[in-house]
């Protein structure tokens, strides 16, 4: 007979076992994990029966909203008929083919080809070890610097985490590795004074025209940006920032990445992050949405001046994974980017809930907390200020981020605090209705975290 576990029971084996990731295990133990036991739609519950509504999609991913029967059934024909074979040693499986096939169709026109991985991070990896074997079969392999960002997120392994411009991450584990470096973020509100905001884009991609001088253009191999960053605090360029960065890399015959992993599969709008913000990738890392987080599978689309070199050129690319287009994994791909295009859910979030949501957040700005807000399809930051009079922040220490997610955990509401922004990515089958459900939620939680400033004397 098995027991009904209590979440006191859950939380002491937890403790005692599951290293978690980005976590001080200490303070976690101390506190007691969060369990989830199931979810529907846009809400979840936890182990005490509290229904909670998922503004983050889980970590960015649900796309398509927890209990697809569609995908369920994707992925339980495919572990029946093959759950698993390699694409190694010139073998290939229907899922995996099909899947590069739609994803063709669905992606920019300059990508006729895909490398499958297990996730983002593994994406990323990929991205560094084709962008140099491209420029060695060139004859150049000089080309090997990779630029990035400052508090851009590429993932968490090496390359992926030295890609990334994350300083918590490089402070361990001595990244980021050789020939990776990175230019300040398009953050107007942190580096753009005195400047309008699309002057303040042009300032910004230029730091990448720089970069490239300072480097020496005929070291650099490849430039790679979130089209908005997610991890970082949903950082929204200004317009004028993407078409600029594209000139400058097309000016130096730098290869332009587009790290889609979270703007892909219709979070901004378009199928694409880059076609929202308006700029032609070379190559572009995808997972996160690709699966809707069902099950893992991540990679990256190669554009045709990539792929005409390694493929007409010749040679092995020693590189690739062991679930390197996982037979279910793509099989629940393909059911989640049918789901999206049948249920049109690109165009819910362009043409409806998008414009629902920004109208939303603007009326936001009226809130005595709220420096901004502001968002780009179905990602949204909310900027937490001291004194709007001044435009004056919270100190850091105050930690007023994580003040308000503690009100939204406590509403049954999830919301992240990246330092003093708020940041929600919701599923995006969400409905009008039940964003004005969420906005209440939000305006409540916002609301308890001024009593909490004005009763501890944090405002003046
Ligand atoms: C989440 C994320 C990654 C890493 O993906 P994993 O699947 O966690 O390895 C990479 N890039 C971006 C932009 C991400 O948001």
Redesign the pocket.
Known sequence: MTMQRTTQDWQAADAAHFLHPFTDFQGLAKKGARIIERADNIYLWDSDGHKILDAMSG??CVNVGYGQQALVDAATRQMQQLPFYNAFFQTATPPAIELAELLAEVTPPQFQHVFFSG????G?DTVVRMVRRYWDLLGQPQRKVLISRHNA????TMA?ASLGGMSGMHAQGGLPIPDITHIEQPYWFEHGKGMSRDEFGLVAARWLEDKILAVGPERVAAFIG?PVQ??GGVIIPPATYWPEIQRICDKYGVLLVS?E??CGFGRTGRWFGCETLGFRPDLM?F??GVTSGYV?L?GVMVGDRIAKVLVEQGGEFNHGYTYSGHPVACAVALANIRLIREQRLVEHVHDDVGPYLAAQFAALRDHPLVGDAETCGLMGAILLIQDKAKNTPFPESREIGMVCRGHCFREGLIMRAVGDRMIIAPPLVITRTQIDEMMALIRRCLDLTLADARAGGWLS
Not at 119 to 122: A, F, I, K, M
Not at 153 to 156: D, E, K, L
Request: charged share 15%; proline share 4%; aromatic share 8%.
């Open positions: 970590l960015w996730s983002g991070s593994e990323n997120y590429h993932g968490s992926g979130e997610g991890a790290d992993v979270i890392t997972a996160k893992p991540g």
